[in-house]
C-alpha cells in the first residue's frame, strides 16, 4: 500500500524567498511521486513527476523536487517565490508495479506569499 | 484537445433530489477517475474504472451514490437522495491505462455541489 503525509497545511512565505513544501511517502514497491498544483476554483494540474531517472526533478514554473530514498521524502522547492505561486499544492504517489492506475493523494498544503 | 470536459460546473440542488455529475475523459484515455473535495476530508478518490469497467469503489461513500461509465467517452456519477453533507466539488480525470504512472492524471474543472 501508498501514502504520502504533507507536513505543514500552510505556508506563507515572502516573496522571493525560498519555497519549501514537505511530502514524506510510505510504499511498499518503489514508488512513482508527483507534486500536484491546484489554483483557485480549478482543478489540479501535473507540477512535476518522479518515475526513476534523475533523483532531481524538474518541473513547469520554476520548481523542482528531489527524490530521496534514505529519508522516504520528496519535498518540492522553488528558490525565489512569486505572487503567482499561491495555490494549494498535492503530493502524490503511485505503486511502480502496480498493475493498477491509482493514485494516492496527500492532503495538500496551501502556499501564501507575502508582498 | 480539449480536455477532461465536466458538466454542469456549479450545481444547487434542495435536499432529497437528485444529482447528476457528468464528465468526458480526453479522447484515447481509457482509465477514468472520480473525486470528491472538501474542506475536512481533503481529496477522496470515490471509483475508478478501466476500460469502462468499475475497478475500485472502496471510496464510494454509501449507497446514495453510483457510477457508470457506458462508452469510452462519458461516465457519470449520481447521488439519489442527496443531502448537504454532499456538497463539495467532485473532480473527474482521466489517463491512459498504465501510464498514469508515468503521466499522472489530467483533472477536469469540476463541478461544485451544493445541496441545501
Known amino acids: 500500500a501508498q501514502s504520502v503525509t504533507q507536513l505543514g497545511s500552510h505556508v506563507s512565505v515572502s516573496e522571493g524567498a525560498l519555497v519549501l513544501l514537505r511530502c514524506n511517502y510510505s510504499s511498499s514497491v518503489p514508488p512513482y511521486l508527483f507534486w500536484y498544483v491546484q489554483y483557485p476554483n480549478q482543478g489540479l494540474q501535473l507540477l512535476l513527476k518522479?518515475?526513476?531517472?534523475?533523483?532531481l526533478v524538474k518541473g513547469i514554473n520554476g520548481f523542482e523536487a528531489e527524490f530521496k530514498k534514505s529519508e522516504t521524502s520528496f519535498h518540492l522547492t522553488k528558490p525565489s517565490a512569486h505572487m503567482s505561486d499561491a495555490a494549494e499544492y498535492f503530493c502524490?504517489?503511485?505503486?511502480?508495479?502496480?498493475?493498477?492506475?491509482?493514485?494516492?493523494f496527500g492532503s495538500g498544503t496551501r502556499l501564501s506569499i507575502r508582498p | 484537445d480539449a480536455g477532461v470536459i465536466q458538466s454542469p460546473r456549479h450545481e444547487v440542488t434542495e435536499m432529497g433530489q437528485e444529482v447528476t455529475l457528468r464528465c468526458k475523459p480526453i479522447s484515447g484515455h481509457n482509465s477514468l477517475f472520480w473525486y470528491r473535495q472538501t474542506m475536512m476530508r481533503g481529496l477522496e478518490l470515490l471509483i475508478y474504472?478501466?476500460?469502462?469497467?468499475?475497478?475500485?469503489d472502496s471510496g464510494m461513500p454509501e449507497d446514495r451514490f453510483s457510477a457508470k461509465m457506458p462508452n469510452a467517452s462519458f461516465s457519470t456519477l449520481k447521488i439519489q437522495p442527496s443531502e448537504p453533507r454532499d456538497s463539495a466539488v467532485y473532480f473527474c480525470?482521466?489517463?491512459?491505462?498504465?501510464?498514469?504512472?508515468?503521466?499522472?492524471?489530467?483533472f477536469g474543472s469540476g463541478t461544485r455541489l451544493t445541496v441545501v
Open positions: 518522479y518515475t526513476s531517472a534523475a533523483t
Open positions: 474504472f478501466n476500460n469502462n469497467v468499475p475497478i475500485d
Open positions: 502524490a504517489v503511485s505503486g511502480r508495479y502496480s498493475s493498477a492506475s491509482k493514485i494516492i
Open positions: 480525470a482521466s489517463s491512459s491505462l498504465g501510464e498514469s504512472r508515468n503521466y499522472g492524471y489530467t
